[in-house]
């Protein structure tokens, strides 16, 4: 029984080092090549733990939701500035969620973070070939991805993710309500992560 229990721990342990590694490398592909698969994968995993976490906190679910988006939209912009060496991809991560959560409870809308900390200093390691050719794959099938969505899901990734725009901003610019501009977001994004992982198991 303690053999077993010992290799059930082993392969608990093994699979958090790996999940690890995977949302790390996802982190340092996002800043240096703007790798929209690895987005999302990063995405999926940490985004309802970004929220659970603001809620946490004491705020309501409407807030927390929105700024986790924001977040998640921060590394997005930001990702270049993850040193691995520093910290975790989720030390880094939940850094710039606390950051959100005071900036936002000193009555501060803007997105602003801190990203002078050691553990944010830029990583100038530059990919293996290896490394450009798989992360061009990647681009490609997500590309193909994005292509199937449909042209109002697009439409509104578009401006959050690649323009910078807030939820209320693309709300106001599409004359749509917020919530609206909301599931068109997590609509879009759960048909990516869709075709990304059918084809990778296609490979």
Known sequence: MDAE???????SDDANEALKKRMRDNLIAIGKN?????????YDHFSGRIKSFL??????????????????????????????????????LFTIARNR?????????????????EMLEVDSTEPTQEEQVNLSQQSMVLEQAMSKLPQEQ???????YYRGQSHGAIAEWLDLPIGTVKSRIRLAMQSIRSDVLSEELNQ
């Open 154 to 160: 697009r439409q509104v990734l578009h401006l959050s």
């Open 101 to 117: 959560r005071i900036d936002y409870l000193r009555g501060n809308s803007r997105v602003e973070v801190e990203l002078d900390d």
């Open 5 to 11: 229990l010992s290799q059930t721990a082993k392969v």
């Open 34 to 42: 703007r790798d929209q698969s690895a987005f999302a994968d990063f």
């Open 55 to 92: 809620m946490g906190k004491g705020m309501d679910d409407a807030i927390a939701d929105e700024l986790a988006q924001e977040i998640m939209l921060i590394v997005w912009r930001r990702a270049e500035s993850y040193n691995p060496e520093k910290a975790a991809a989720s030390t880094w």
